[in-house]
């Protein structure tokens, strides 16, 4: 009985010791916002010159605020991932460095509009584990292995590594600029320049070459098939003449003649491509950039001047009460 008694008492006390702290803190919060006012009161001028001041240099700076962005598709042809990746970061580099002797030889930037470029790949598990131009048996090894990498569950993340990057047919340029970009001044320039190497332009005219020979040979190969399926026509009256090989064989053709039909129009398509070492297939030009900022710097900069005047006038009461007391102390000294 004692024990519960004593029980009781100890939650009540708990229970007011709470209650006399909850008093407090708001007290102290009702305080503080007192002391606000009372210091808003005092500073009233300053205070209002400063939302002033930053409200007009907050409208100035959203007008002013013109960034845009530019998409554009590329396809690198002749195993020229790695040369284009490498092309963007040196010429983000170079931008960085400010170097006028790169702009002035490459034509890029002259319009100086441009403030950084960014390379990624457009992620299409599909386009490897089914390409045209690759063997049954290598996009079957392809297909096996992205099961099994999905099946550990590490799939986004290899899917998204640099060197999975490098397999994917399509990758997207970014282009950011401080105002309204031209394709003729600003984007062109760009392309061209990835354009522009010695290597890769030798090895567009031997890779062209053997995609000319290549589909020459095909459609040799489709010709031959065509004269034999007119041969079998031609006894299509006497079937019962044909045996079950002959059938399967005949189906073994067709299958063959479909899979390359099917890949000389890839290779058609890949001769449209070949046109460039990095082909721009499509652009989305001057897309405005909004950020968390865009449109609210007339909002932001008066608060932080607000913030400013504060910490500097909390700076001066400290320095005060500080000086204060060590002249107190040199006195009773």
Do not use: C, W
């Not at 096996?144 to 999975?164: C, M, Q, R």
């Amino acid at each position: 009985m004692a024990n519960q008694t004593n029980s009781t008492e100890n939650e009540e006390i708990n229970l007011s010791h709470l209650s006399k702290k909850a008093k407090g803190y708001f007290s102290r919060v009702n305080d503080s916002f007192f002391d606000g006012i009372l210091f808003i009161k005092r500073n009233i001028i300053i205070v209002a010159l400063l939302v002033i001041a930053g409200a007009a240099l907050g409208v100035i700076k959203d007008k002013g605020d013109h960034r845009y962005k530019t998409k554009v598709f590329l396809i690198p042809n002749f195993e020229s991932v790695d040369y284009l990746y490498k092309q963007i970061e040196k010429i983000n580099t170079k931008f960085r460095q400010g170097d006028k002797a790169f702009v002035a030889k490459n034509k890029i930037n002259k319009s100086s509009k441009v403030l950084s470029l960014k390379i990624e790949p457009v992620v299409d598990i599909y386009s490897l584990v089914d390409n045209p131009n690759k063997t049954d048996d290598e996009n079957d090894r392809t297909f096996y292995l992205f099961k099994l990498i999905s099946e550990s569950g590490d799939l986004k993340s290899v899917l998204e590594a640099d060197y999975t990057s490098k397999n994917y047919k399509k990758h997207l340029l970014t282009i950011t600029t401080n105002d309204m970009a031209s394709y003729e001044k600003d984007i062109k320039p760009i392309i061209e320049y990835l354009n522009s190497d010695p290597y890769y332009k030798l090895m567009m005219v031997e890779y062209i070459n053997n995609l000319n020979l290549k589909m020459a040979a095909n459609e040799k190969m489709i010709a031959q098939m065509d004269a034999l399926l007119d041969d079998f026509s031609m006894i299509s009256n006497k079937l019962e003449l044909l045996n079950f090989n002959d059938k399967t064989e005949l189906n073994e053709v067709l299958k063959l003649k479909d899979k390359l039909v099917r890949q000389q129009a890839a290779l058609r398509i890949e001769k449209v491509n070949y046109t460039k070492i990095i082909k721009d297939t499509s652009m989305m030009l001057n897309m405005k950039d909004y950020n968390i900022t865009t449109g609210t710097k007339k909002f932001i900069y008066p608060i932080l001047l607000l913030l400013l005047f504060v910490a500097l006038v909390k700076f001066k009461n400290y320095y005060k009460s500080q000086s204060k007391k060590r002249k107190m102390a040199a006195i009773s000294e």
